[in-house]
């Protein structure tokens, strides 16, 4: 036990639990950061949905058609990834 009393191995140890630590708060930082992306592009996504009904439902009124006022909704409220079978 007198090789854990060398300053070399004391320092080598102290390297190794600081990049180990560190490794793991970063990875816990990443998936924080990837979370968070993952709701604001499901936000956006809802947003662009709804736009793109805003936008048929002028365009069939422009046109003449007959309006489906829940359809934007729909659009809305429907997300193309849940939607996917995998």
């Known amino acids: 036990m007198s090789f854990l009393r060398s300053p070399s ?3 080598g140890l102290l ?3 600081a990049i180990t630590t560190s490794t793991f708060y970063l990875r816990s930082h990443i998936q924080y950061n990837l979370q968070e992306q993952e709701a ?7 947003t662009l949905r709804g736009h793109i009904g805003l936008i048929e439902d ?4 422009i046109e003449g058609k007959k309006v ?3 359809r934007g909704k729909e659009l809305y409220e429907g ?3 849940d ?3 995998k």
């Open 9 to 11: 191995v004391l320092v």
């Open 15 to 17: 390297n190794l639990s």
């Open 40 to 46: 604001r592009l499901d936000e956006i996504e809802g």
């Open 58 to 61: 002028s365009l069939d009124r």
């Open 68 to 70: 489906d006022a829940n």
């Open 79 to 81: 997300r193309g990834r």
């Open 83 to 85: 939607e996917k079978k």
